[in-house]
T-cell receptor
């Protein structure tokens, strides 16, 4: 059971470099999410995709772009990395965003350091 | 927007002692409540969720939580903890579909680090 798979698991970037975090789910879920986790801050939503072909901003979208490539894949791009984007990034998915009490399933996380 | 307050950032307990991790949320409208657990260097795993059925919800690993609408609380409890319960625990809330603009997105608390000592 792969569930939600993220790559890479670890990455070090220099300020100004760009990179893409990849995410894929094999649960036939409609909705996918990108969160970032910082110490003492819990998880904050960056972007989400309610269904294939749609994306929307979450709480902290600045400095990020996303692409819902198909139903399985949802990528997060940092165009010009900044030290403030040093964080742990989690991809997640759920059957839908509109269903009450819908469970969200998380990937293992991607540790990103920007120096 | 919803807000979730986890009242304790760290909870140290001894093995086999009972534990309660506290969570309060801001909304008085229909909500759905979740507890997730995160073990070191791993993603989040669902412990339990409340979706307007019984107010006492039982989850995995012997955890349970009680929904209290009047106090807007959803505290997590376990009668006897093990060292393996050491982890960070997150409370999260989503609004019901009668608040459709939020589309069921989750709002997370800042987390409670539970440390179980032998």
């Amino acid at each position: 059971n792969a569930g939600v798979t993220q790559t890479p698991k670890f990455q070090v970037l220099k300020t100004g470099q760009s990179m893409t975090l990849q995410c894929a789910q094999d649960m036939n879920h409609n909705s996918m999410y990108w969160y970032r986790q910082d110490p003492g801050m819990g998880l904050r939503l960056i972007y989400y995709s309610a269904s294939e072909g749609t994306t929307d901003k979450g709480e902290v979208p600045n400095g990020y772009n996303v692409s819902r490539l198909n139903k399985r894949e949802f990528s997060l791009r940092l165009e010009s990395a900044a030290p403030s984007q040093t964080s742990v990034y989690f991809c997640a998915s759920s059957y839908s965003t509109g269903t009450s009490g819908n469970t969200i399933y998380f990937g293992e996380g991607s540790w990103l350091t920007v120096v | 927007a919803q807000s979730v307050t986890q009242l304790d950032s760290q909870v140290p307990v001894f093995e086999e002692a009972p534990v309660e991790l506290r969570c309060n949320y801001s909304s008085s409208v229909s909500v759905y409540l979740f507890w997730y657990v995160q073990y070191p260097n791993q993603g989040l795993q669902l412990l339990l969720k409340y979706t307007s059925a019984a107010t006492l919800v039982k989850g995995i690993n012997g955890f349970e939580a009680e929904f209290n609408k009047s106090q807007t609380s959803f505290h997590l409890r376990k009668p006897s903890v093990h060292i393996s319960d050491t982890a960070e625990y997150f409370c999260a809330v989503s609004e019901g579909t009668d608040r459709g603009s939020t589309l069921g997105r989750l709002y997370f608390g800042r987390g409670t680090q539970l440390t179980v000592w032998p």
